[in-house]
């Protein structure tokens, strides 16, 4: 089979986030200006640099009460900082509690009754017991094609470890089980793992 995506696909159900799988979750904390904690998590998320850390994530859509997007990316114009937070097996359904479409004044931790712990280097709230987060700075939001597409970018200024995930010194995902999005409403687990030694090692 072969579409083109402006054409669209004549299937059910769009198959671009199924193929595009697994993919790894950012539950990105933030703090607007006047101190009220968010929390949402977005598949759109990926690592892209080493040297500094930096992260991203993409957000495409938008409430009716912030605009052109959601609380998040506004949240972060507001005050230039987000956490994210390494989503384990275990946390699996308070993290889909926290991606309830809410007013703006809701906090997220509450209503998904996460405990919220500080960051140390930015002014934001964090997952109590997530395995990792990384505190950001944001560097830049990009706008992107369509309505409502904006990408974040940030620089991890701050990483925390849950003290079981460090298994002779590497940070082991097995001990958590990362969870993962794949296409429609379904969801993996990372529970095994396999090393490939590269050409040039």
């Not at 299937?11 to 799988?21: E, K, Y």
């Not at 850390?53 to 990316?73: E, G, I, L, N």
């Not at 396999?194 to 040039?200: G, I, Q, V």
Request: aromatic content about 10%.
């Amino acid at each position: 089979m072969f579409y083109r995506p402006q054409e669209g696909h004549g299937l059910p159900h769009n198959p671009f986030n199924a193929i595009v799988s697994p993919r790894p979750i950012g539950w990105i904390s933030t703090r607007d200006a006047a101190g009220a904690n968010n929390l949402a998590p977005y598949s759109f998320f990926n690592a892209v640099a080493y040297v500094p850390p930096q992260v991203m994530f993409a957000s495409t859509s938008a409430k009716p009460d912030r605009d052109d997007t959601k609380d998040s990316v506004a949240n972060i114009r507001e005050t230039g900082v987000f956490c994210v937070n390494i989503v384990e097996y275990e946390m699996r359904n308070v993290m889909n509690a926290s991606s309830e479409g809410l007013a703006r004044e809701v906090d997220e931790f509450e209503h998904a009754g996460i405990a919220p712990t500080p960051c140390r280097e930015i002014d934001c709230a964090r997952v109590t017991g997530a395995p990792a987060a990384l505190e950001c700075r944001m560097t830049q939001i990009v706008k992107i094609e369509g309505a409502h597409n904006f990408v974040v970018f940030g620089e991890v200024v701050g990483v925390h470890m849950r003290d079981d995930t460090l298994i002779n010194g590497r940070f082991d995902v097995t001990t958590f089980n990362p969870l993962s999005r794949m296409g429609y409403r379904d969801y993996t687990k990372v529970s095994e793992v396999f090393e490939l030694s590269r050409p040039d090692d």
